[in-house]
Nanobody, 119 residues
Framework: QVQLVESGGGLVQPGGSLRLSCAAS????????MGWYRQAPGKQRESVAD???????NYADSVKGRFTISRDNAKNTVYLQMSSLKPEDTAVYYC?????????????WGQGTQVTVSS
């Protein structure tokens, strides 16, 4: 089994910044892809930013220039630096990882962390 633990969410004013972290642990042979999704109330879960299995870094158009994804491979950790936050960024942010866990390749999700942008 693999666990993803997110941290760093909270309440921030418009224009502010937050940094999310997601650490993967457990039976990990390799992490093939890793990134962040979000789900706002009444909306579908959407991709925010990720490191794909093909080696590319991808961002949703709505966050380009404001969010930066980074990673520490030694720690199996991915970060999401969010700047110039807007009320429409309010959502539960989920970490996602596609992992080779020795038995097979599987998709894992974190429990989610709430980000609220409000004055």
């Amino acid at each position: 089994q693999v666990q993803l633990v997110e941290s760093g969410g909270g309440l921030v004013q418009p224009g502010g910044s937050l940094r999310l972290s997601c650490a993967a642990s457990g039976r990990i042979f390799s992490i093939l892809a890793m990134g962040w999704y979000r789900q706002a109330p009444g909306k579908q879960r959407e991709s925010v930013a990720d490191f794909s299995s093909g080696g590319t870094t991808n961002y949703a158009d709505s966050v380009k220039g404001r969010f930066t994804i980074s990673r520490d491979n030694a720690k199996n950790t991915v970060y999401l630096q969010m700047s110039s936050l807007k009320p429409e960024d309010t959502a539960v942010y989920y970490c996602n990882a596609f992992v080779n866990d020795y038995a097979s390749r599987r998709n894992y999700w974190g429990q989610g962390t709430q980000v609220t942008v409000s004055s």
